[in-house]
């Protein structure tokens, strides 16, 4: 078995095939000779997928980023990254390489990638493609502040809701989550300033959150978490963490004083019951979050 496992390890770092595990928090458990190559990675080091890719886009090398606000296109990329069971996508590379990556992923959250050089299609092919995968992501994707929109959410909430009924997966959490006070942020800094916080707020999430966790903006000042497999304890845990952030987080330069909060309401599902109304026992404590003084997390179990 041992000579087995080494002429497995030993094919892994020879094939031109990429190859690399990362686990829930998105970090890099491993990866073969080809991967780290391509994404110039030294051997002894395991970040995570957002510090690759800051790397790849501040020195040019890896990944080719096509965009004129880089932290809106890595906000976006996370909001669907690691989503769905199996998905492909193309990479374009910096060494001219045109790349095919499939991202498997475990019902425990972690995912293998493995990547393959289809720099050999045809151009014409290659915009259609590209093309397609724009305006996809275009319609999951709130343009303000670049994570997930409604209808994106929404579904993974209708999806998580229907496999459990399947016994296709265990019951899973939701929270939603508003800003407070927010027309007053808004009177105060002006609709730029407002958009700021939104976006502030995207960004402290989103550090924050699991891989397989689903984040998006479902309207105005109010966004909902849904966080797979996971139980009341762990859920709150979650968002506690997320509301510890922004009570730290000073998002304007020019008013170091100036802080705001959340109020968040968070739900199990229960079997048998609709998406719709797992939203609306989450957004009942939400209420209660709301009445009982705001900056806080209400839970509900019936």
């Known amino acids: 078995m041992d000579s087995l496992l080494e002429r497995v390890s030993a094919l892994q770092d020879f094939t031109p095939v990429l190859i690399a595990l990362y686990d829930t928090e998105d970090r890099v458990r491993y990866a073969n000779r080809a991967f780290r190559e391509a994404f110039h990675l030294s051997e002894d080091s395991f970040p995570t997928w957002v510090d690759i890719i800051r790397m790849n886009h501040r020195d040019r090398v890896g990944l080719i980023i096509n965009t004129k606000d880089f932290e809106a296109w890595l906000l976006s990329a996370q909001s669907r990254r690691g989503k769905q069971p199996f998905r ?3 990479l ?3 060494d001219g390489r045109w790349i095919w990556m499939t991202e498997t992923v475990e019902t425990d959250g972690w995912m293998l990638c493995v990547g393959s050089d289809i720099t050999a299609l045809r151009q014409n092919q290659r915009s ?3 093309d397609r995968d724009l305006a996809m992501r275009a319609a999951q994707t709130d343009e303000l502040t670049g994570t997930s929109n409604r209808r994106f959410v929404f579904a993974k909430l209708a999806c998580h809701a229907e496999a459990v009924d ?8 939701i929270c939603i989550i508003d800003i407070d006070l927010f027309k007053g942020i808004n009177d105060r800094f002006g609709h730029r300033g407002g958009d700021a916080v939104l976006r502030d707020f995207v960004k402290l999430a989103h550090s924050t959150i699991r891989r397989p966790d689903y984040f ?3 309207g105005g000042e109010e966004f909902m978490l849904v966080m797979p497999r996971t139980g009341l304890d762990e859920c709150v845990s979650i968002v506690r963490r997320i509301l510890e952030k922004v009570a730290e987080t000073r998002p304007f330069a020019d008013y170091p004083d100036f802080s705001y909060s959340c109020s968040a309401g968070v739900a199990l599902y229960k079997a048998g019951e609709g998406a719709n109304e797992l939203y609306h026992r989450a ?3 939400l209420y209660l979050a709301k009445q009982n003084g705001r900056a806080r997390l209400e839970s509900v179990v019936e």
Do not use: C, S
Not at 166 to 173: L, N, R, S, V
């Open 92 to 94: 374009d590379m910096h």
């Open 88 to 90: 492909g996508l193309e």
């Open 128 to 130: 259609l493609r590209q």
């Open 216 to 218: 998006g903006r479902i």
């Open 283 to 285: 957004d009942r404590a």
């Open 166 to 173: 399947k016994e296709m997966e265990t019951p899973f959490g």
